[in-house]
């Protein structure tokens, strides 16, 4: 299975940005798909994830009412859009896949990693 992560960019703080992370490979059977972040000189943290199956969703509470984390089944697809971006936002923002059921923020309980792709967020 291989996770292609997009979206990332340059944008001024309160700005929006939907990053995009599509599966491929043998037939693609998740039980969760989630985002992490790494900001630099920081761990990496979890944000947000979606049930794979029935799109419930759970995220990180700085992220509540600013983020949305959904999928669109038929596209192997999982999108995290991001609203009124702070710069405390500014990380490589990375797609994970997990195929067993377990805890979304566990992150050694992920199976797949796609690449990172860079938010940055400007004051």
């Known amino acids: 299975v291989q996770l292609q992560a997009s979206g990332g960019g340059l944008v001024q703080a309160g700005g929006s940005l939907r990053l995009s992370c599509a599966a491929s490979?043998?037939?693609?059977?998740?039980?969760?798909m989630g985002w992490f972040r790494q900001a630099p000189g920081k761990e990496r943290e979890f944000v947000a994830a979606?049930?794979?199956?029935?799109?419930?969703?759970y995220c990180i509470e700085s992220a509540k009412g600013r983020f949305t984390i959904s999928r669109v089944y038929a596209k192997n697809t999982v999108y995290l859009q991001m609203n009124s971006l702070k710069p405390e936002d500014t990380a490589v923002y990375c797609c994970?896949?997990?195929?067993?059921?377990?805890?979304?923020?566990?992150?050694?309980?992920?199976?797949?990693w796609g690449q990172g792709t860079q938010v940055t967020v400007s004051s």
């Open positions: 490979g043998r037939t693609f059977s998740s039980y969760a």
């Open positions: 979606i049930n794979w199956s029935d799109g419930s969703t």
């Open positions: 994970a896949a997990r195929s067993k059921s377990g805890s979304y923020t566990y992150t050694p309980g992920y199976d797949y």
